[in-house]
């Protein structure tokens, strides 16, 4: 039933010469779900596209329970209706003129089950996303949460070996999409299936994902656990994009371990986790996360420092502060409902080390 597929070396031009999926490899284990994760435009949609057949690849193999559905060296590619795979889409792609229960029943009827099977795996599939007492209802006359939990039925009533979800919840008001996407993860979960799932957006991937993949203009950066990406981003980038926005600029003038010790513009120097790859000499961007300041730092702690309060944004229920730190303007995030500090005044902070990472200048995301 639900296999494991290998994506390796994927590469898509539809211009040659102009790739949109650049040399993308990874794999996701038979039950597991990772959730592709990137701004508009970064090649997820293709890439899932490529794995349901609907795209042709131009580069890299892709395998699904270790038989191989596409490599264009060997000028294999099976058809999408071969590879057993179920997709749903962004747009309700149910069909119009049928029933709830027909339009589930539509995957079926090529596969020659009985009756009674085909009654029992529909029933199933309908229990499964609680639409059971609409089996007999035109599509047209459901909400958007459940024309999109048809067609996600639809696309499990054959046991497909893998799911393909591109942005199934993005129709969807902002309510219905929150509710909606924990209900996903726990159908996926509850068949076991197989999952890839394409969004660009970050709490989506964060609450349906095992593992998220980080795309950026055709290429793969980073496939982690959710905890893994907030907490080392691999670059400057992922960073950015999961929401470390601080950055301080450096140069690194040691290395200890893992650590480097980064001087910054005002001169003073911060631990910060370090490439080992990063000379000293080198340039430096360190990020850390608004919510990763420790506005109440133990007298011996690492990265410890007092700077100004510029400005006080109170949110009601946390304040974020803008300060001035090391010659850089940066945001600390203080949570509960009455801030401790005044504009104008100095905070005393500090910097958990292993929560700040540098990367390289060079490599700065624009
Ligand atoms: N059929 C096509 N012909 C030419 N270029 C295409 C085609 N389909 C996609 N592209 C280009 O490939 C790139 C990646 O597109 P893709 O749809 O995979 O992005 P995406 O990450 O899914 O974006 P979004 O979040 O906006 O859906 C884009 O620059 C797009 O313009
Ligand atoms: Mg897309």
Redesign the pocket.
């Known amino acids: 039933m639900s296999a494991e597929l290998k994506v390796s070396g994927l590469g898509k031009a ?2 040659a010469g102009r790739a ?2 650049d040399d993308v490899s990874f794999t996701v284990a038979a039950g597991e779900i990772v959730v592709l994760l ?10 899932l596209r490529c794995v349901a057949g609907l795209e042709h690849p131009t580069e890299g193999e892709i395998s699904l329970g270790g038989e191989v559905i596409s490599a264009p060296a060997k000028g294999i590619l099976l058809p999408p209706r071969l590879r057993n795979v179920g997709m749903v889409f962004q747009s309700y792609a149910v069909w119009p003129h049928l029933t709830v229960r027909q339009n589930v029943a539509y995957p079926l009827k090529t596969r020659g089950l009985s009756r009674a099977d085909m009654d029992a795996k529909i029933r199933q599939a309908l229990a499964l996303v609680d639409l059971e007492s609409y089996a007999d209802r035109s599509v047209t006359q459901l909400s958007g949460g459940q024309t999109q939990r048809v067609a996600l039925a639809r696309a499990m009533v054959y046991e497909p070996r893998l799911l393909l979800l ?2 199934p919840l993005s129709n969807l008001d902002a309510q219905l999409r929150l509710r909606l996407r924990d209900e996903l993860r726990r159908i996926i979960k509850a068949v076991g299936l197989t999952a890839l799932y ?1 969004t ?1 957006e970050q709490t989506e991937a964060v609450v349906l994902g095992d593992r998220i993949g980080v ?1 950026r203009d ?1 290429k793969l950066l980073q496939l982690a656990t959710a905890e893994d990406l907030y907490n080392r981003p691999a670059d400057l980038f992922v960073a950015g994009f999961t929401g470390a926005s601080n950055v301080v600029p450096g140069t690194v003038r040691a290395h200890h371990g893992a650590f480097g010790e980064i001087e910054t513009a005002s001169g003073a120097r911060l631990s910060a986790w370090l490439n080992e790859g990063t000379p000293v000499g080198e340039r430096v961007m360190v990020a850390v996360r608004p919510e990763n300041i420790d506005l109440v730092p133990a007298a011996d702690a690492p990265n410890r420092v007092t700077a100004r309060i510029l400005e006080r944004r109170y949110q009601g229920t946390h304040t974020i502060y803008h300060l001035d730190l090391y010659g850089a303007r940066i945001e600390a995030l203080e949570m509960g409902t009455a801030p401790r500090h005044a504009e104008g005044g100095d905070v005393t902070i500090a910097l958990p080390p292993t929560l700040c990472w540098a990367y390289p200048a060079a490599e700065i995301a624009p």
């Not at 990137?38 to 890439?47: A, I, M, R, W």
Request: proline residues 5%; negative net charge.
């Open positions: 539809f211009t949109v999926v990137g701004p508009s435009g970064c090649g997820k949609t293709t890439t591109d942005e394409v660009h795309m055709g």
